[in-house]
């Protein structure tokens, strides 16, 4: 396979993987909560995130953006700590609770990648700042 089309298939499992995790978090969030349905369809969409965001880090980090390339390995790590926190009795919200503080700073180092267009890196710059107010 040349690189090219390997880079294309990257992005498109890249973007693949964010849709699965934002679809099945709002379809999970429909279920009965901790039940068996939503935990499952949390979990198979934190993988996505993991994957996503793991690959997301390899891409950009490829194009030289190495700042945000460790910020989309911070969202792996926060996909990680959430699909962790589920048990099936119940969820550890002292766990999610620390979600918030990794993605500060991985928002923050995303909006540096010159890759993504203006207005996105503003948004991620921009959703830091209730998050900021609030700690």
């Not at 089309?5 to 429909?30: H, P, S, T, W």
């Not at 939503?38 to 891409?59: C, H, N």
């Not at 926060?78 to 589920?86: D, E, K, Q």
């Not at 207005?119 to 609030?134: E, G, Y």
Request: aromatic residues 12%; positive net charge.
């Amino acid at each position: 396979m040349n690189q090219k089309r390997d880079m294309q298939l990257l992005v498109l499992i890249i973007i693949i993987g964010y849709l699965i995790n934002f679809i099945l978090g709002f379809v999970g969030a429909c279920f009965e909560t901790n039940s068996y349905l939503q935990i499952l369809l949390w979990q198979i969409g934190d993988t996505g995130g993991i994957t996503a965001s793991i690959l997301a880090s390899r891409y950009v980090g490829a194009k030289g953006f190495h700042l945000s390339a460790a910020s989309f390995n911070m969202l792996g790590i926060v996909y990680g700590i959430s699909f962790g926190s589920f048990s099936f009795t119940q969820l550890n919200a002292d766990k999610m609770a620390t979600l918030l503080i990794p993605m500060i700073p991985a928002a923050l180092l995303v909006s540096l990648c010159k890759l993504f267009p203006f207005w996105t890196r503003m948004l991620a710059v921009l959703i830091c700042i209730p998050f900021l107010l609030c700690m």
